[in-house]
């Protein structure tokens, strides 16, 4: 079934024309009546119902009419004219078209008695009120513009406001100098360690205002803990001691691995399955979780893959002028984990590619700093176009990657007494934190700002009356941490800028534990109580203890030891193998071991010869008779023992 297209015919707005009057009805005219349905005449009673509703309401709210029947007699004409008359005389073009979007008229009129006075004021009421909503209107736009030209402007003068140093705490660590300093990514936790072998975890959830570790451990027994740092994921800690294996612990400090150490007598160092010198850096992959890079004195940096492999997966040489072997005291990854970067103590700086082999460098600058200086600090924007090294010869100085041949700038007078002591970026590229161990004469050690654009020093901080070592920027938290020479590290903070981190732990006030007190309760003695409502007498624990001990049962007393006795030979059984034979063979009479066995058996010589049953009858036809030596009257004299000899003997 096909429709008809709906169609509008050309409308048009004619505004010198008059509008037409309107027809009367014929019928009407003519003085008849109109046929009616019953619907319309239910519509027509609404109307009037209407109608009546809204004289009412317009009699109580005092106004002559709105809503839609006044929308319906809405003349545009008239409107115009009204506004041609009150306009000024000669408008401008601009000021005409506003007054027009002024004399736009949204929602219901005004009553029209009204109309023309309104109409009449607000040319006059604009004047005077426009010029100061304006002026305000553009004072807010100029202060919003200015406050965002200095939050997104380059110019110099907004960095030292970016420094979040309005605020500071400090946390102690120990009584030496804390030589590592690390971050966990998400900002809940930072691990510390010192020349004193010991390394402590701090949680800022879990601290108070006392800024108390809730760890402290040796992972590497009698080795200073040279750096630490937490692995992408957070959930590792890498742990450079001075020892020649490096340490994997777990987010609370239980051993993971343990890198093996090589054969130091193999002159080929990659031919030894870990490192054979002590270790001088190592950082972990930037997102493999289980790969990590570390450098030693025995001139190589080990690539060390998974925590099940007891072996390094590459191993790099660095090479001094010549081909000689250099040790590499500090190394990194790049952001995007396609370029190492190693600084070594001859003063040089080499790099290599990740997607090439290791065998040749991809950048190699031998003069990056004096010679025989050791680069304490190699570290890669975030951004990954620049790279900035920290050295002992007292500067610091900023690579362009794209021009790798001289450096950017060099900054002077920088005196670092450790060989830790490292620099970083801030969050946003635009400045470069380091800082200073404590000079001769010199009460105070610095924190120094420097941009990257202009070079120029931005904020000096003075820290504390010992040498900095480690500095640390949080990007997430916004928080400096600085750690010092005696064993304190200082956090600063913004209070709008920063957010968690040391904030957490400075509103929350620090609860001393009451003492216990013991409170004496007295006993009421009623002698004539019931057994039931009768309460026993408490004794003390040491009448009870020495009442426990004299019951056997309850001190699981052993058997007591036999007192009858002698010569330390058992009463019951006797000592000796006989006395103990005759007592298991049920003999009444007790054998005492004490008397002359031969005596003992001569007392039944006369029964044995009377009545023999042992040994008698059986040798009774062959046994000799006994001939026993009889003992000479005591008057007569003894033989001689030796017989004298005679004349006759010897003829």
């Known amino acids: 079934m096909q429709r008809g297209k709906i169609s509008f015919g050309k409308i048009q707005l004619n505004v010198n024309k008059t509008p037409a009057e309107p027809k009367k009805d014929k019928q009407e005219d003519a003085g008849g009546f109109k046929k009616m349905d019953k619907q319309q005449m239910i519509r027509q009673i609404e109307d ?7 004289q009412h309401l317009k009699e109580v709210m005092g106004i002559s009419g709105f809503g839609r029947k006044a929308a319906k007699v809405f003349d545009i004409n008239e409107q115009i004219a009204k506004a041609r008359t009150a306009a000024p005389p000669a408008p401008e073009p601009q000021a005409a ?14 009553p029209s008695a009204t109309v023309a006075e309104t109409e009449q004021k607000q040319p006059a009421e604009q004047t005077k009120t426009k010029t100061p909503q304006a002026a305000s209107a553009e004072k807010d736009d100029e202060d919003e513009d200015d406050a965002d030209s200095d939050g997104d402007s380059d ?8 420094i979040p140093y309005t605020h500071e705490v400090q946390m102690q660590h120990g009584s030496r100098a804390v030589l590592a300093l690390a971050g966990d990514p998400s900002g809940a936790r930072i691990v510390s360690g010192s020349i004193d072998y010991d390394m402590c975890f701090w949680d800022f959830a879990g601290m108070d205002s006392s800024m108390r570790s809730f760890r402290q451990l040796q992972p590497c027994e009698n080795h200073p803990i040279r750096a630490l740092q937490y692995s992408v994921t957070g959930d590792m800690i890498l742990v450079i001691s001075g020892n020649a294996q490096a340490k994997v612990l777990d987010r609370d400090g239980f051993e993971k691995l343990e890198c093996c150490k090589g054969d130091q007598y193999i002159s080929d160092m990659s031919r030894t399955k870990g490192h054979v010198a002590q270790l001088t850096s190592g950082c972990w992959h930037p997102f493999n979780r289980e790969q990590f890079l570390t450098a030693a004195l025995d001139g190589t940096l080990r690539i060390w893959q998974g925590f099940r492999v007891k072996e390094q997966l590459q191993v790099i040489k660095t090479r001094a002028q010549g081909g000689l072997r250099t040790s590499a005291s500090a190394c990194n990854y790049n952001r995007d984990a396609t370029l190492i970067a190693a600084g070594c103590v001859d003063g040089s700086i080499q790099t290599w590619d990740t997607r090439k082999m290791f065998v040749n460098t991809t950048h190699c600058v031998r003069d990056a700093h004096q010679k025989g200086s050791e680069i304490t600090s190699i570290v ?7 790279l900035a090294t920290r050295c002992n010869d007292e500067t610091m100085k900023l690579w362009d990657l794209r021009n790798f ?15 830790t002591t490292d620099c970083c970026f801030s969050p946003d590229d635009r400045m470069l934190v380091t800082g200073e161990s404590l000079a001769k004469g010199q009460t105070e050690a610095n924190l120094h700002f420097f941009s990257t654009q202009s070079f120029e020093q931005v904020q000096r901080i003075p820290v504390a009356g010992s040498h900095i070592i480690k500095t640390l920027w949080h990007p997430k938290l916004n928080q400096l941490f600085v750690s010092c020479g005696n064993g304190i590290i200082k956090c600063y903070y913004d209070e709008h800028r920063s957010i968690r981190g040391a904030k957490l732990c400075v ?15 007295s006993q009421i003695i009623t002698p004539h109580a019931l057994p039931l409502f009768r309460q026993e007498k408490t004794r003390s624990s040491r009448k009870k203890m020495e009442k426990a001990r004299m019951d056997p049962v309850k001190s699981k007393r052993p058997d007591l030891p ?13 000592g000796t193998l006989s006395s103990y034979v005759i007592r298991n063979l049920g003999l009444s009479k007790r054998v005492d071991d004490d008397q002359d066995p031969r005596e003992a058996i001569l007392k039944f010589a006369k029964d044995a010869a009377e009545n023999p049953y042992w040994i008698a009858p059986a040798y009774k036809q062959t046994q000799p008779k006994a001939i026993f030596s ?10 001689s023992a030796k017989k004298s000899k005679t004349e006759s003997d010897a003829t």
């Not at 009889?630 to 033989?639: H, I, N, R, S, V």
């Open 630 to 639: 009889e003992k000479l009257p005591a008057d007569e004299g003894a033989p």
């Open 155 to 162: 110019s110099e003068e907004s960095l030292p406001r970016r």
């Open 380 to 386: 890669f924007s975030y951004m990954g176009q620049q």
């Open 97 to 110: 078209e506003n007054e027009d979007e002024d004399e736009d008229v949204i929602g219901p009129l005004p």
């Open 562 to 574: 036999i007192t009858s006795g002698q010569g330390g030979r058992v009463a019951s059984s006797g």
């Open 507 to 521: 509103v929350k006030t620090h609860r001393k534990r009451q003492p216990m007190e013991m409170v004496g309760v």
């Open 405 to 419: 041949k001289k450096p950017m700038h060099s900054w002077n007078n920088l005196y670092s007494r450790y060989d």
């Open 48 to 54: 009037v119902a209407e109608d009546l509703e809204s």
